[in-house]
């Protein structure tokens, strides 16, 4: 059975690091170009970032270049998301999921098919 489990997430003050990892079990992950959402309370779920299947080619919203990276390794069977220099307007729960196409990068989620269950985030002092 496919699935996804996003971990790491919890409560970081403002100006503080997390990472998030999205680790697969019942199929290759590196099979699959995988996207990191994230959905604020009260607001819908939004694209954060995407990478390529081999890892070369990556995707970023506008609000979090330079501040976010996506990296996988896909011998562990993970993707994860280095969260740096972390604002209040970033706390929402977060998001892994498979994309539909094994080449196009999208931060769409009509792109995505297979969803984790989310991980929370909270920044706040």
């Known amino acids: 059975q496919l699935e996804l489990v996003e971990s790491g997430g919890g409560l970081v003050q403002p100006g503080g690091s997390l990472r998030l990892s999205c680790t697969a079990s019942?199929?290759?992950?590196?099979?699959?170009?995988i996207g990191w959402f994230r959905q604020a309370p009260g607001k819908e779920r939004e694209g954060v970032c995407t990478i390529s299947i081999n890892g070369k080619e990556t995707k970023y919203a506008d609000f979090v270049k330079d501040r976010f990276t996506i990296s996988r390794d896909n011998a562990k069977n993970t993707v994860y998301l280095q969260m740096n220099s972390l604002v209040p307007e970033d706390t929402a729960l977060y998001f892994c999921?498979?994309?539909?196409?094994?080449?196009?990068?999208?931060?769409?989620?009509?792109?995505?098919?297979?969803w984790g269950q989310g991980t929370p985030v909270t920044v706040s002092s």
């Open positions: 019942g199929f290759a992950l590196g099979s699959k170009i």
């Open positions: 999921a498979t994309g539909l196409s094994s080449w196009y990068l999208s931060l769409h989620q009509d792109d995505f098919v297979d």
